[in-house]
């Protein structure tokens, strides 16, 4: 039987060559693409012919060419006009909202299943927000927090950020209803538990992660946010030149508080924070292609049963976890 083919677009980058080293690991020879002339395949992502054509060859897209802003849309349309299931890294919320917005339709109607956000923000905080709240309701706030030491971004990572803090038009999720419009930023305290403990955060932090979680968690208030210290440390906005054995020594944890009329929390805690994120979509793409996942746009704990998905990432070294009793 034919081995599935999975296209990587961005190859090149940080983390297209992460997940070209991990789907090889698998066993699968992916289809390596992007804008780079010295790729098998170069292809710009504002060229709609040539990304029908690179599409058509694949059973699978893994779109890792950010900002998602610029690099998205026609990728993304063409995969579901065509028929090639698709994941993506993006972190941008209206990235991801025009996804659900605009292509659902045409997505069920052509069999194609596509998981945005499939990454270290947005999708690892989704997964974690749909373990720690299965079978609750009647939540009042609940709240996914990162904490980050040792960022290294990449050159689109920086661009991506230096996008998001600026934007205006932000996408929350309050009083049981999405909203868009200004937000005034502000700096709160989330509790983490040892050895991080408390810090101060930016809050909201304008990642995918409120679009991603509204669509399952059942809570009136859902807020992403992030350490404050991780934007004030001094490799983070020069990085773009960095090893990547250095940009390897990030260290994080991912926190998630669900807070009403029952409460529960859990935590993921790990090194190497891009690493984690390819291990995700990755597993993902995976799954597409091996049919598991029916057709539409989902959110990365609409598409996969979330602890199970977890734990999966758990055994592939990506992360420990730890899903405390509900009080």
């Not at 990162?146 to 050159?155: H, I, L």
């Not at 909201?204 to 009136?220: I, M």
């Amino acid at each position: 039987m034919r081995r599935s083919v999975i296209a990587v677009y961005g190859a090149t980058g940080h983390t297209g060559r992460l997940v070209v080293e991990e789907l090889r690991k698998r066993g699968y020879e992916p289809l390596l693409a992007g804008r780079d002339p010295g790729l098998p395949r170069p292809v710009r992502a504002d060229d709609p012919a040539a990304v029908r054509e690179l599409v058509r060859e694949a059973d699978v897209i893994v779109q890792c060419a950010g900002p998602f802003s610029k690099t998205g849309r026609v990728i993304a349309r063409t995969a579901a006009e065509v028929g090639c299931h698709y994941v993506d890294h993006a972190v941008e919320s209206h990235h991801v909202r025009w996804l659900f917005d605009e292509l659902q339709e045409t997505a069920r109607r052509n069999g194609v299943a596509m998981v945005p956000g499939l990454s270290f923000y947005g999708g690892l905080g989704d997964l974690l927000a749909g373990a720690v709240t299965e079978g609750m309701d009647e939540l009042d706030v609940v709240t996914i927090a990162y904490a980050v030491s040792g960022w290294r971004m990449t050159t689109g990572a920086k661009d991506t950020a230096e996008q998001l803090f600026a934007e205006t038009e932000r996408i929350t999720f309050t009083d049981g209803e999405q909203r868009v419009g200004y937000v005034e930023p502000r700096n709160v305290v989330f509790p983490f538990p040892p050895p991080v403990g408390p810090r101060t955060m930016i809050a909201p932090l304008p990642s995918c992660d409120v679009v991603l979680a509204q669509r399952h968690v059942r809570a009136r208030n859902i807020e992403a946010q992030l350490t404050a210290h991780t934007f004030t440390e001094d490799q983070v906005f020069v990085s773009e030149d960095a090893a990547p054995e250095d940009r390897a020594r990030s260290e994080f944890m991912v926190a998630v508080q669900a807070l009403g009329k029952n409460s529960a929390a859990g935590r993921i805690v790990g090194e190497d924070l891009w690493l984690a994120g390819v291990h995700a979509s990755v597993e993902g793409a995976v799954r597409l292609a091996e049919g598991e996942v029916g057709a539409g746009v989902h959110s990365p704990a609409e598409a996969f049963e979330a602890e199970p998905f977890l734990r999966v990432l758990e055994g592939l070294g990506a992360f420990s976890l730890r899903l405390p009793g509900r009080a």
